[in-house]
């Protein structure tokens, strides 16, 4: 099936812990984003790769980092993990025809 | 920052009703989109709207767009409990989009 595939569905951390989330896209897009939603607000900018090879900070990039490993991968690593960084990451991608953001299924992760 | 702001923060309807959700922005757009997100998901695209373009149909959505007032409205008609979600407009230029925090639809039986 085509679309963003996010690993893993879930994750438990504990604080200071690092991991990476991983996000692939089948659809030969050339953007990729990751966000992170958190309850009762909208979904944040974290990181951006607007083509293979470049990478941008988004709205909240502090305590992540971001790989574009080839047009298909686009990775999210938190090298210590911390509480505040509890939340709903979601991978998604664009082509360049403007038909708007295709969303994965979102990675819920716990800093406990 | 290119997000619409939407209006109502809630909404619920009975099915069968239309539901008409708001959103209104302040920079000069591209385009407009409206995304759905169901509970525990990702978000789907529903329909993008041009900036020259003034109203657009897809199925049982419509969307008006109002630059002079720089607001957008989608409506949904003939709501069905399906149509439960959060919902969400964005305007992006250089495709950065970003997301407010989108309008909660409660479609009851």
């Known amino acids: 099936n085509a679309g963003v595939t996010q690993t893993p569905k879930f994750q438990v951390l504990k604080t200071g812990q690092s991991m990476t989330l991983q996000c692939a896209q089948d659809m030969n897009h050339n953007s990729m984003y990751w966000y992170r939603q958190d309850p009762g607000m909208g979904l944040r900018l974290i990181y951006y790769s607007a083509s293979e090879g470049t990478t941008d900070k988004g709205e909240v990039p502090n305590g992540y980092n971001v790989s ?8 999210l690593r ?3 993990a911390a509480p505040s960084q509890t939340s709903v990451y979601f991978c998604a991608s664009e082509g360049r025809n403007l038909y708007g953001y295709t969303f994965g299924s979102g990675t819920r ?3 406990v | 920052s290119q997000q619409g702001e939407e209006d109502p923060q809630a909404l619920s309807i009975q099915e069968g009703e239309n539901a008409t959700m708001n959103c209104s922005y302040k ?7 409206w995304y759905r997100q169901n509970s525990g998901r990702g978000l789907v695209h529903l329909i993008l709207i041009r900036s020259n373009e003034r109203e657009k149909h897809s199925g049982r959505l419509r969307v008006t767009l109002d630059t002079s007032k720089k607001s957008s409205s989608l409506l949904i008609t003939a709501s069905r409990a399906a149509d439960t979600a959060s919902y969400f407009c964005t305007t992006g230029a250089n495709s950065k989009l970003t997301f407010g925090k989108g309008i909660t639809l409660s479609v009851r039986p």
Do not use: A, Y
């Open chain 1, 109 to 111: 992760l716990t800093v």
């Open chain 2, 27 to 33: 920079t000069s757009i591209n385009n407009l989109q």
């Open chain 1, 78 to 80: 938190l090298e210590s």
């Open chain 1, 68 to 75: 574009r490993l080839n047009k298909r991968e686009f990775s």
